[in-house]
């Protein structure tokens, strides 16, 4: 029994680290290859467009005054490479006016100083920056 | 207890003064980020940090599998088992050692850096979240990397244990850049320390000496 225990104890560790260790490399390979496999996308691939939308009663689309039938288009968006990497993100939700910052800053002519305010019920810092 | 993490101190002397050498190296770049800090961009200077992380990460990898290695060699344990004292006593008194080398590097640049962020730093605190949370992450992912080298290292071959800690760390380093500082990666490398021990706690329990 202890053996048995032992041996799952051992196959859950070494689970963990191989998952671990093996999900590094393929996120760099998916990330080195994502650029490339995008640009020999052929263009036809790359974009989706569906008329009409069927988002507007049909009554309005079967209309013969209508000039334009309602239309979805969509395009593939190819993110700036460094933004996907989470280190720039917890770099930009940290500075002022981040995502997860509690400090403005105040784009108006004040005296520079430091001072509090109360915005979306929580407390947070305000900057003065005057310009 | 303390004389077997003093004699682990004694065997791996080199690590800790290779330590005390690049945290001093790493102080004299903070402080120059600092003066430079107003004129530059800061993050070209945080991106020049990261190979220095890297180097340091291999070098604790490094001492788990030099720690591991040589025991299975000369057969340290063997002579300490005559002994009255357990291997579970050799392991942690081990494991406290890395302890002590990774706070060698990070205690010191601590306190430099809270010194430089009362002298440079605005009054509101608009950096000291993220100051934690890195030295708190430097910290778990050279722990970890010891983990590595301790698990790796427990082995005959030569080659095989150096090779696979080097490629292995330069892996998990780079779970930096791709998880950042959040929670989340804090997360990651604890798991990943508590299998690492676990599994090099049952290797180095259950093999014969």
């Given at each position: 029994m202890r053996i048995l225990k032992n041996y799952y104890i051992r196959i859950t560790a070494a689970g963990i680290i191989v998952l671990i260790l093996l999900s590094l490399p393929l996120f760099w390979a998916r990330w080195f290859c994502q650029r490339p496999l995008g640009d020999i996308m052929p263009m036809d691939y790359r974009t989706v467009d569906i008329i009409t939308s069927e988002l507007v009663p049909s009554d309005i689309e079967s209309d013969p005054n209508v000039l334009r039938h309602s239309m979805v288009h969509a395009h593939i968006i190819y993110p700036e490479a460094p933004l996907t990497l989470v280190i720039a993100n917890y770099f930009a939700d940290k500075a002022?006016?981040?995502?997860?910052?509690d400090i403005f800053i105040l784009k108006q002519t004040m005296k520079a100083g430091n001072g509090y305010i109360s915005i979306k019920n929580r407390p947070v810092k305000l900057l003065l920056a005057g310009c | 207890m303390f004389t077997l993490i003093k004699r682990e101190i004694c065997d791996n002397i080199v690590y800790f003064i290779g330590a005390a050498i690049l945290t001093a190296i790493l102080i004299a770049i903070v402080i120059f980020m600092a003066y430079q800090i107003g004129r530059g961009d800061s993050v070209v200077y945080i991106g020049l940090s990261l190979p220095v992380i890297v180097i340091l990460m291999i070098g604790f990898s490094g001492m788990g599998v030099s720690q591991m290695y040589t025991d299975r060699a000369r057969k340290i344990s063997a002579f300490l088992s005559i002994l009255p004292v357990s291997r579970n006593q050799i392991l942690f008194a081990r494991i406290v050692t890395g302890i002590l080398a990774i706070l060698t590097v990070i205690l010191p640049l601590i306190a430099t850096c809270m010194a430089l962020r009362y002298l440079f730093a605005p009054p509101i605190p608009v950096l000291s979240g993220i100051f934690y949370d890195i030295f708190i992450v430097v910290f778990l992912l050279g722990f970890a990397c010891y983990c590595l080298g301790l698990m790796t290292g427990w082995t005959t071959n030569k080659i095989a244990p150096a090779m696979a800690c080097f490629v292995l760390t330069f892996i998990l380093a780079s779970l930096i850049i791709v998880k950042?500082?959040?929670p989340c990666i804090k997360g990651i490398l604890i798991l990943f320390i508590v299998a690492c021990l676990t599994r090099t706690w049952q290797k180095y329990t259950s093999t014969s000496l």
């Amino acid at each position: 029994m202890r053996i048995l225990k032992n041996y799952y104890i051992r196959i859950t560790a070494a689970g963990i680290i191989v998952l671990i260790l093996l999900s590094l490399p393929l996120f760099w390979a998916r990330w080195f290859c994502q650029r490339p496999l995008g640009d020999i996308m052929p263009m036809d691939y790359r974009t989706v467009d569906i008329i009409t939308s069927e988002l507007v009663p049909s009554d309005i689309e079967s209309d013969p005054n209508v000039l334009r039938h309602s239309m979805v288009h969509a395009h593939i968006i190819y993110p700036e490479a460094p933004l996907t990497l989470v280190i720039a993100n917890y770099f930009a939700d940290k500075a002022p006016e981040g995502r997860l910052s509690d400090i403005f800053i105040l784009k108006q002519t004040m005296k520079a100083g430091n001072g509090y305010i109360s915005i979306k019920n929580r407390p947070v810092k305000l900057l003065l920056a005057g310009c | 207890m303390f004389t077997l993490i003093k004699r682990e101190i004694c065997d791996n002397i080199v690590y800790f003064i290779g330590a005390a050498i690049l945290t001093a190296i790493l102080i004299a770049i903070v402080i120059f980020m600092a003066y430079q800090i107003g004129r530059g961009d800061s993050v070209v200077y945080i991106g020049l940090s990261l190979p220095v992380i890297v180097i340091l990460m291999i070098g604790f990898s490094g001492m788990g599998v030099s720690q591991m290695y040589t025991d299975r060699a000369r057969k340290i344990s063997a002579f300490l088992s005559i002994l009255p004292v357990s291997r579970n006593q050799i392991l942690f008194a081990r494991i406290v050692t890395g302890i002590l080398a990774i706070l060698t590097v990070i205690l010191p640049l601590i306190a430099t850096c809270m010194a430089l962020r009362y002298l440079f730093a605005p009054p509101i605190p608009v950096l000291s979240g993220i100051f934690y949370d890195i030295f708190i992450v430097v910290f778990l992912l050279g722990f970890a990397c010891y983990c590595l080298g301790l698990m790796t290292g427990w082995t005959t071959n030569k080659i095989a244990p150096a090779m696979a800690c080097f490629v292995l760390t330069f892996i998990l380093a780079s779970l930096i850049i791709v998880k950042g500082f959040g929670p989340c990666i804090k997360g990651i490398l604890i798991l990943f320390i508590v299998a690492c021990l676990t599994r090099t706690w049952q290797k180095y329990t259950s093999t014969s000496l």
